[in-house]
């Protein structure tokens, strides 16, 4: 299985942007990387996901190395709301489908 | 539309009862999945439904973990003979199909006390 690397923990600025970094080292060429993140006391809430190439939607954009080794995950304009556990995931193909291994995730606080 | 939901959403037990935790899946999602979060830990996979089949189970525990979903659609968790180290908090996820995007409910707190 490939693993994922986060910092524990990082902080940020209220309007800054977040960069959230990640390696996966491991990975192999058809596993995707999957971000998500958990505020206190909710489900995991899906944010972006790719492959080899740059990702955008409304709430992140996710950048992947050329060597697909590491990646990060920006937030453009960090709020105090996003303050959470931001999970960088490899999704591992298995028995038709895909079983998602979390690590520890980095705790984001965003401060006034 | 409407998201995972999982019932209830705190249970406490003594130290030998027997739980049922259940989980209602997005409508049409095929895959079902269920992962236990410990606290201050990432969730950690459990089983995996593809309807009605049961197709991973490697993560449960012990042989007292027992997932079922017999109509495809909302499936139950059931802890027996309750230990204290299955406190945690059990999350539901389900996705259109196992390749796609799990989306997840809100979780289960279990106290076994």
């Known amino acids: 299985d490939a693993k994922t690397t986060q910092p524990t923990s990082m902080d940020c600025a209220e309007g800054r942007a977040a960069n959230l970094p990640c390696n996966h080292s491991?990975?192999?060429?058809?596993?995707?990387v999957y971000w998500y993140r958990q505020i206190h006391s909710q489900g995991p809430q899906y944010i972006i996901h790719?492959?080899?190439n740059n990702e955008t939607n409304e709430m992140a954009s996710l950048i992947i190395t050329e060597d697909r080794k590491s990646s990060t995950l920006i937030l453009p304009h960090a709020t105090l709301r996003d303050t959470a556990v931001y999970y960088c995931?490899?999704?591992?193909?298995?028995?038709?489908?895909?079983?998602?291994?979390f690590g520890a995730g980095t705790r984001l606080f965003v401060k006034a | 539309g409407a998201g995972v939901s999982q019932s209830p959403r705190y249970k406490v037990a003594k130290r030998g009862q027997d739980v049922a935790l259940r989980c209602d899946p997005i409508?049409?999602?095929?895959?079902l999945f269920w992962y236990q979060q410990a606290l201050g830990q990432g969730p950690e996979f459990l089983t995996y439904?593809?309807?009605?089949?049961?197709?991973?189970k490697s993560g449960l525990p012990s042989d007292r973990f027992f997932a079922e979903r017999p109509e495809g659609s909302v499936s139950t968790l059931k802890i027996q003979r309750t230990q204290q180290e299955d406190s945690a908090v059990y999350l539901c996820?389900?996705?259109?199909?196992?390749?796609?995007?799990?989306?997840f409910g809100p979780g289960t707190r279990l106290t076994v006390l």
């Open positions: 790719g492959l080899k």
């Open positions: 491991t990975i192999s060429g058809n596993e995707y």
């Open positions: 996820a389900s996705s259109l199909r196992g390749r796609d995007t799990q989306y």
């Open positions: 409508s049409g999602h095929v895959s």
């Open positions: 995931i490899v999704r591992v193909e298995n028995t038709g489908g895909f079983k998602t291994i």
């Open positions: 439904f593809q309807n009605e089949a049961q197709l991973d």
